[in-house]
């Protein structure tokens, strides 16, 4: 049995260091101290989120709990994975008072460093720099197997947490882990992979010059979404591998008459004109793409993954919009192979005239490299544009007393945590201020004068002229002329743009 104090004594670590090399060294270390029914909720813990996932215990709930008494660490990991399991499970009539038993023995049992570390966790406010980049480096190493098989089951079994306990459980006496297993872990339809991530180039010049020659796409202004079928039965998932199917009945019917008997497909849905074809708004496709009830949005699609029992991931672009043609030519997103900016230019101009966000070049020679963001896939739009997480929001004044108006954003750092890059306020109408002001508070985590801190869960688009150096935010630099254009939904932190990204603006 490991104590949870393990966990905390590791997490401090984490914290006291900015050292990618350090903090993969301090989880190496624990990792392999672990009992196997171990691994997954500690690496799902060190990670930022339990493993249980949202559980609905919010900051007031724990304020309320009193200190904690014990002076000698106790507790094990696997108390606190049944405890959580309980809160999870815990809900209808009676559940307040069963919930709040749990916590209150929980937390009756921690020391003081345990109490900080367990109230920190819960909420999400347990920042260490130890997210899924270093930690997937760390489970490698702590088991002995190539980082890119590691990083490849993750990708597609789209859960870090089940692969560390594949790759680190026992390999002897019919122990089924270790590199072999993770070997055995490919893309299977019905199951969903993350989905690839294109990188931001200033301009269509830029791109090429970055992929070579390309298939340039337009960039749809809809909801990415991934589509399954197998055997007459589909499933659609959100970029965030949410199951979305029932929404989205339009899009299910249209893949079941596709020419395929399994088959796996990254695309876009988006409300189209009845009369001329152009795209809605992003927030009127989001109205309907986030309601429960069923919508009408439409599907094109600009990649194939599998294919009757044929897995694409590893094949050239052109390969899969070979086949991607063949299966859904007709919903397929419009593209261009070429080599000359001259023509991409003109394609990105037809684009924008379309009412669409702008283009994506892709290297025709690229592989699918499912949840990374590589430079194979370069995203262009015609103003720049980031998607930021949101930190903590002032409280407004003048016109805006009693709403949470200037939001402190923050951009992803290359160990995978967040860092703040400046303020804004602009942009935000009186509707999208009410909204944001509840959506805030019920992610609040503290407070300091007039500022909210929340758990950084919310991604907002930015448009901005530029950016500047600066020391005045913790980045290194601050945004110019930053306005709010919409929230992204649809979007996790993970997906968020990074630190380096503004840095290349300078």
Request: charged share 25%.
């Amino acid at each position: 049995m490991t104590l949870l104090a393990a966990l905390v004594e590791t997490s401090e670590r984490l914290a006291a260091t900015a050292s990618r090399s350090a903090k993969v060294a301090a989880l190496v270390d624990l990792l392999r101290r672990l009992e196997p029914d171990e691994v997954a909720p500690t690496v799902a813990l060190l990670s930022g989120e339990a493993r249980q996932g949202r559980i609905g215990i919010g900051w007031a709930t724990l304020v309320a709990l009193p200190p904690a008494p014990a002076t000698e660490p106790s507790l094990t990991v696997a108390d606190l994975d049944r405890a959580l399991d309980r809160l999870a499970a815990t809900s209808g009539p009676g559940s307040v008072e069963v919930r709040g038993a749990t916590l209150a023995d929980l937390f009756g049992r921690a020391t003081d460093a345990e109490d900080r570390f367990l109230r920190q966790a819960l909420t999400g406010g347990l920042r260490q720099g130890a997210l899924a980049g270093i930690m997937l480096e760390a489970v490698a190493k702590a088991a002995r197997i190539p980082a890119a098989d590691v990083r490849r089951a993750a990708m597609l079994a789209g859960d870090l947490n089940r692969v560390a306990e594949i790759a680190l459980a026992p390999t002897t006496a019919g122990g089924g882990g270790g590199a072999a297993a993770l070997a055995a872990i490919g893309l299977r339809p019905l199951h969903p992979v993350l989905p690839m991530l294109a990188a931001s180039s200033p301009d269509v010049g830029a791109a090429l010059q970055a992929t070579g020659s390309a298939s340039v796409e337009w960039k749809l202004d809809g909801a990415r979404i991934q589509v399954h079928s197998d055997g007459g039965e589909v499933r659609i998932f959100t970029r965030n591998l949410n199951d979305v199917t029932g929404r989205l009945p339009g899009i299910a019917d249209v893949v079941r008459r596709l020419p395929a008997r399994s088959l796996v497909l990254d695309g876009e849905a988006l409300g189209l004109d009845e009369d001329d074809g152009r795209p809605d708004r992003f927030q009127e496709s989001m109205s309907h793409f986030g309601g429960h009830a069923p919508s009408e949005l439409a599907a094109r699609f600009f990649d194939c993954l599998h294919v009757d029992g044929r897995d694409l991931l590893d094949a050239p672009l052109v390969d899969r919009l070979a086949e991607l043609d063949r299966v859904a030519g007709r919903w397929r997103v419009p593209s261009v192979l070429t080599d000359d900016p001259a023509t991409a230019a003109d394609f990105f101009d037809g684009a924008i005239a379309a009412g669409h966000e702008g283009v994506v070049v892709k290297g025709v020679g690229s592989r699918y490299e499912a949840g990374r963001r590589g430079g194979a896939w370069r995203k262009v739009k015609p103003v720049r544009t980031f998607d930021l997480v949101v930190l903590a929001a002032e409280w407004g004044h003048g016109r805006r007393q009693g709403w949470l108006s200037n939001l402190h954003l923050g951009a992803r750092t290359s160990d995978g945590g967040l860092v703040m890059v400046g303020k804004t306020f602009k942009g935000l109408t009186d509707q999208l201020l009410t909204w944001q002001t509840t959506e805030l508070l019920a992610r609040e985590v503290r407070r300091e004068g007039i500022t909210v801190h929340v758990r950084p869960e919310l991604v907002v688009e930015v448009a901005l002229d530029g950016v500047q150096s600066s020391t005045r935010y913790p980045g290194g630099l601050a945004l110019r002329f930053a306005r709010v254009k919409r929230y992204r939904p649809d979007k996790a932190p993970a997906g968020a743009d990074t630190l380096e990204a503004l840095r290349a603006l300078l």
